[in-house]
Structure formats: structure tokens, C-alpha cells
């Protein structure tokens, strides 16, 4: 699918990837979509800006809910110590028991990532095949960050019309398509 992609919106997709590391977070989520959206410079970051998106804010709410630390609480919550777990593996089986296999990812995004990926949740996932049915909706033949944004929007699931509602933002699907169509509408 991502062969249908414009450059901006593979570009939106690698910049995920560096978002996701930057918060210290070991997948991708819609939400890390939304943010390198808002970073970029297609119709969907000016959509966004003209909802009143605010980068930092944004980052600040996706930072806020995700992450190592957040899993931790939770797992000290139902009384499992995390760092005891890890300790007990290593002992048994070796320093990095628990860490993941660096591997590297075939495919495009793979290539466009230097093969450094971090997997995607579901929900962003969804957001990836929304952002396609987006595009086919609109008669269009290729995926640009318009169709990401409202892909983000229509997926079930996911954390992108919270982190917005958050910030003060009120985009919902209808709203983001209304503001899309009438954004390319004056590009043409």
C-alpha cells in the first residue's frame, strides 16, 4: 500500500518513526502519526493549524500517555515489579534476556526507515487502511497527507480524536473532510 503513498505522506510515516523514538516509545501509534503530520507542510498540517493545532501541546498530550514509564505504574499497580521480573530473567538466562532482537524490516518502510522500524499498534494501523478507503472516497488515486489525517480520524480505536479534543481541538472525521476538500479546493 505504501507504493500509493505521496512523498509527503511517506514522509509523515518515517517522521512517526523518529517521533515514537524521540518519546522514548517502542511503537508507533496514531497519535505519533498525528504529531508528523503536524510537523510537515501538506494540506494536512495546514488543516490542522487552521483547527488550532498546537505541535508542542500535542506532543506534550502524546508524551503524557504513553511509554515505559506509564507500563510500569500499571504493572506496579496489579503488584508486579517490573525491574524484579527483569532481574530474575537475567538471572537465569542472561544479561538482555528480555530485549527485543534488533532485526531488520524488508519492505519499503523498511527502506525508508534504514531498517530501524518500530512496529505500529493496531489503531495506527487502522488509521494506514482509513487513510486508502479516504482517498477512494474522494476519487483520489493516491495516499497524501490529507488521507492520513482523515484515515486517523475514521480509525476505531485509536488516540488521535482524544489527544486533539485534549488540546482544544474540535476536528472530527466530517469536520476534517468538510476542511480537506475545500483545502484542495483552493489549491487546484
Known amino acids: ?36 503530520l503536524l510537523q510537515g507542510d501538506g494540506v494536512a498540517a495546514r488543516v490542522l493549524r487552521d483547527a488550532g493545532a498546537d505541535p508542542a501541546r ?20 496489579l503488584g508486579i515489579d517490573l525491574d524484579a521480573v527483569r532481574r530474575r530473567a537475567e538471572g537465569a ?41 479516504a482517498a477512494l472516497d474522494l476519487g483520489h488515486h493516491r495516499i497524501g497527507t490529507e488521507h492520513l489525517l482523515l484515515g486517523l ?7 488521535t480524536p482524544d489527544a486533539l479534543a485534549a488540546t482544544g481541538v474540535d476536528l472530527d472525521a466530517a469536520s476534517a473532510r468538510a476542511a480537506v476538500v475545500e483545502a484542495l479546493r483552493r489549491t487546484a
Open 153 to 159: 480520524l475514521r480509525a476505531p480505536g485509536g488516540r
Open 58 to 77: 500535542l506532543r506534550e498530550q502524546v508524551a503524557r500517555h504513553r511509554g515505559p514509564e506509564e507500563d510500569a505504574e500499571a504493572l506496579r499497580a
Open 93 to 133: 538466562f542472561g544479561p538482555g534476556a528480555l530485549d527485543r532482537p534488533a532485526g531488520r524490516r524488508r519492505g519499503l518502510l523498511g527502506r525508508l526507515t534504514g531498517g530501524s522500524h518500530l512496529p505500529f499498534t493496531r489503531p495506527a494501523r487502522r488509521a494506514l487502511e482509513e487513510s486508502l478507503r
Open 1 to 36: 500500500m505504501l507504493e500509493r503513498f505521496t512523498t509527503r505522506a511517506r514522509q509523515a510515516v518515517v517522521d512517526a518513526q523518529q517521533v515514537a523514538r524521540d518519546l522514548g516509545h517502542h511503537e508507533v501509534g496514531d497519535d505519533h502519526l498525528l504529531l508528523a
